[in-house]
């Protein structure tokens, strides 16, 4: 399979700081990739060099089989989907105005029907869960062809976490190419087709989730910090 999403030797960070290091990562369409890690190690940095928000020190990024410098709304364009961890939604618009604000197709809600009683609720004074529902469903109004997401478990019970994974898995079972940031290194390897594992912005770890299940124990207290 060739890959929406290809990062070669690319060194990323903020001014005269790197954050990540040498980072070689690829995603395929119908391939979920979980980018895993502490806090600090790097995975947000990533997410938004891939996304375009952030411009790579070094080191060259491919979209759809060609290198790409671009901006963010120009990857949009193209096909990119970013939802941050702050839930990428407006909210002091109702539920229907923010999809609506989205654009794009008409059939977001299909994986979220608990959101149709809702259409007119502002946005502010849903759960946490149905927000990050909300904020998943406005990205996916366009159809993306390639689904960043940033720490979907922030701040949710796990019940609520395994729901939304399971509509990203749908996604891209759909076709989507797919990388998820996530802290919680069990609830991406339930969904995620490989993984890899920052260490101080450098790849330490990576492989099948099959694999990385197996020896979760192993990699959540080399790795993740978790006794």
Do not use: C, W
């Not at 690319?10 to 979920?32: F, K, P, Q």
């Not at 928000?53 to 990024?61: M, V, Y």
């Not at 491919?62 to 120009?74: N, V």
């Amino acid at each position: 399979m060739s890959a929406v999403l290809e990062t070669q030797a690319v060194h990323a960070g903020y001014g005269d700081v790197t954050v990540v290091r040498d980072l070689n990562l690829s995603v395929a369409a119908g391939e979920i990739v979980a980018l895993l890690g502490r806090n600090g190690a790097g995975k947000t940095t990533a997410l938004l060099t891939m996304a375009g928000a952030l411009r790579p020190i070094s080191g060259e990024i491919r979209f759809l089989g060609t290198p790409d410098r671009s901006s963010l709304a120009a990857r949009a364009r193209r096909g990119l989907g970013l939802m941050t961890d702050d839930r990428s939604i407006f909210f002091g618009l109702s539920v229907r105005e923010n999809l609506r604000l989205a654009g794009g197709n008409g059939d977001a809600l299909s994986l979220f029907p608990e959101l149709e009683s809702m259409l007119e609720r502002p946005a502010g004074l849903l759960s946490g869960g149905e927000q990050q529902m909300l904020g998943l469903a406005a990205v996916l109004a366009r159809d993306p062809k390639l689904l960043l997401i940033d720490e979907l478990s922030f701040g949710l019970a796990p019940r609520i976490v395994q729901r939304l994974m399971r509509a990203v898995r749908e996604v891209a079972d759909r076709g989507a190419a797919v990388i998820v940031v996530e802290q919680f290194a069990r609830l991406a390897l339930e969904v995620a087709d490989r993984a890899y594992v920052l260490v101080n912005g450098r790849v330490a770890s990576e492989g099948r989730t099959e694999v990385l299940r197996a020896n979760i124990g192993e990699l959540e207290s080399t790795y993740l910090g978790v006794d």
